[in-house]
């Protein structure tokens, strides 16, 4: 009995301290190498609309440069979306897929502030209620949950309710789900988790290959070798079939983009000074990485 109390309140303490300490850097905190896989569907409940297609977003981190005042964080990422959308034919209607993919970046700053002292609703509504609650998924990783709920009472049963929900995963990030059943067209929108590949860190689900993108582990079928690396600026670049290759250095700026013949081809980036640059070398059907250093 003394045993389970024990653990019982080693619980209760870990869970009441993690969900006082829901910041932004603990939310968003990434390493290079880890692959988020998302998910965003637009939904109806109306006949008359065509439910959308739901889009994925395959999102690998290049980069983690900290501020010197170590409270602001930038990400580079390579962004891979997949969407469809509906096409009118004689026969009736088909999907048509549609691969992006783009390096951005975003910023993480006030690393050390609570995100999730706020409650949902509107003009302080007194029929609306915020529910908190702090757990563990089936992955394993840390979820504090804020759901939108309303009084079943004669005061509050005129209106129909939205529904509201907002999930801060560590490590992961914010997802959300909406609905109205009030306003036209009637209907919502969700963000979901799909997979997730945190480096030296437990996984979420399979990862997959990413279409037309760069998977967890870079060049892992080898379509892309660099020699020497390190080395002074000038290295040769082979590749099985032609691609356009474009380098970056670890701000994300952009110092070469060329296209890349099948073979070996000479790479020359003496101008540029010494430091990390990322190799992005995208063929027809996907998109390779790789990194090399300046000495």
């Known amino acids: 009995m003394k ?16 969900s006082q300490y829901f910041t932004n850097g603990s939310v968003y905190d990434y390493s290079m190498g880890d692959t988020i896989v998302t998910s965003y569907t637009r939904f109806y409940y109306n006949p008359d609309y065509f439910q959308d297609p739901t889009i994925y977003t395959y999102r690998v981190f290049l980069s983690k440069t900290i501020s010197p005042l170590a409270d602001t964080i930038r990400y580079l990422v390579h962004d891979v979306t997949k969407s469809s959308k509906l096409i009118p034919t004689p026969q009736g209607y088909t999907y048509s897929t549609t691969i992006n993919s783009k390096i951005n970046s975003f910023y993480v700053t006030n690393l050390n502030d609570t995100i999730i002292n706020f409650k949902l609703g509107w003009n302080g509504d007194p029929c609306g209620k915020t529910i908190d609650s702090t757990y563990n998924d089936k992955c394993g990783f840390f979820v504090h949950s804020k759901e939108l709920r ?44 799909v997979s997730a590949h945190k480096v030296g860190k437990q996984s979420c689900e399979k990862v997959g290959p990413i279409p037309n993108g760069i998977g967890v582990q870079q060049s892992i079928d080898h379509s892309l070798f660099v020699y020497p690396n390190p080395n002074n600026g000038v290295f040769e670049i082979e590749s099985f079939e032609n691609a356009t290759l474009m380098v970056m250095d670890i701000l994300g700026k952009q110092v070469c983009e060329k296209n890349i013949p099948q073979g070996k081809t000479k790479i020359d980036l003496q101008s540029e000074p010494a430091g990390l640059y990322f190799l992005i070398l995208s063929t027809e059907n996907r998109s390779y990485s790789s990194k090399i250093i300046k000495q």
Not at 3 to 18: A, E, G, I, K, V
Not at 163 to 190: A, D, K, M, Q, V
């Open 3 to 18: 045993r389970f109390l024990f653990f019982f309140c080693l619980s209760f303490l870990h869970f009441n301290s993690h």
């Open 150 to 193: 309303f009084r079943n009472d004669s005061s509050c049963q005129l209106m129909e309710p939205p529904i509201e929900n907002r999930l801060f995963i560590e490590g992961i990030g914010f997802f959300y789900y909406s609905l109205s059943l009030t306003s036209l067209p009637r209907g919502g929108s969700r963000t979901d988790l």
